[in-house]
């Protein structure tokens, strides 16, 4: 039986070859979609609900938020993330810069979830798999959370139909891959209709 010194060093060597990435944009340019129903303030408070539930739930991996907003930095690394300026403006530029920088620390596979999923509870079940996992949202449209390899050269494509786009990017590179669907890592909010069930 292991002894408890090595169950933890373990658990530190798996924790250090994987890492959560969650792109945050400015809090108060969040969810534009939703001015119909909230007010600026009221997003941008929705926002930082949101991304600090998805914090909570990738413990006990380490986490880094890619941005480009100061407000945002200062807020990620009061809650202990590590920070990634994205070089470049865009989703997609912005989480394939923060893959690069993991990859550049030495860690091995990487956990990508959105912000915006206000019932995240656990993310790191989704790294139990050694390929490509891919989580779709309920409509079977969007990649809420994608776990690929850091140094594979996979390329995103957030955005309409990310999630058949991911599948094919992953056979591209010859990468086995799942589809993980969970109704809680699922439920993205960026429509009104999106906050029916959420849980807010």
Known sequence: MASLGEVSS??????????????????????????????????????????????????????????????????????????????????????????????????????????????????????EFAGVTLVPDRHNDGTPVAVVPAEAGFIFAYGPGSYAKHVAEAERLGLPWRSLRDPDLGHDVDEPGDLEGAGL
Not at 103 to 113: D, L, S, T
Request: net charge negative.
């Open 10 to 127: 373990t658990l530190a060597a798996v924790t250090d070859s994987i890492a959560v990435l969650i792109p945050v944009k400015s809090f108060a340019d969040a969810k534009h979609r939703l001015a119909e129903v909230m007010s600026v303030d009221q997003r941008a408070a929705l926002a930082q609900r949101m991304a600090e539930t998805v914090i909570a739930a990738a413990a006990p991996l380490p986490v880094t938020v890619v941005c480009d907003d100061q407000q945002v930095a200062d807020w990620a690394t009061a809650q202990g993330a590590a920070v990634v300026w994205a070089d470049q403006p865009g989703l997609n530029a912005a989480v394939q810069c923060g893959v690069t920088a993991l990859a550049a620390q030495g860690v091995a596979r990487v956990v990508v979830a959105h912000g915006d999923l206000p019932r995240a509870t656990q993310l790191a079940p989704c790294a």
